[in-house]
């Protein structure tokens, strides 16, 4: 059974960083390196959307309101994937889940999410 677990969340000033962490359990490495992970955002009253995405060869993309702050990067032999946020604004408060994309994104395996608050 796969299992996506994230952690690092937590209360932060704004202009402060965070590191999240998330990690897969049940997939063997060769099946974990090649598939795509992404970082969603759920903001309250808001939709959810996707903050960012990994490839397997490496290659990213980010929500316009993340470009330059956040940066998301994967440890294959951990199969860890992790969103480094800097620069932090209260507008990134919500729940942060980890994603592993199957056909699509709400075809994957989710992790359980993680609460991000930054305080103004």
């Known amino acids: 059974q796969v299992q996506l677990v994230e952690s690092g969340g937590g209360l932060v000033q704004a202009g402060g960083s965070l590191r999240l962490s998330c990690t897969v359990s049940?997939?063997?490495?060769?099946?974990?390196?090649?598939?795509?992970m992404g970082w969603y955002r759920q903001a309250p009253g808001k939709q959810r959307e996707l903050v960012a995405a990994?490839?397997?060869?490496?290659?990213?993309n980010y929500a316009d309101s993340v470009k330059g702050r956040f940066t998301i990067s994967r440890d294959n032999a951990k199969k860890t994937v992790y969103l480094q946020m800097n620069s932090l604004k209260p507008e990134d408060t919500g729940v942060y889940y980890c994603?592993?994309?199957?056909?699509?994104?709400?075809?994957?395996?989710w992790g359980q999410g993680t609460q991000v608050t930054v305080s103004s």
């Open positions: 990994i490839t397997s060869d490496g290659s990213t």
């Open positions: 049940g997939i063997i490495f060769n099946i974990f390196r090649i598939g795509t």
């Open positions: 994603v592993r994309r199957g056909g699509t994104w709400d075809g994957g395996y």
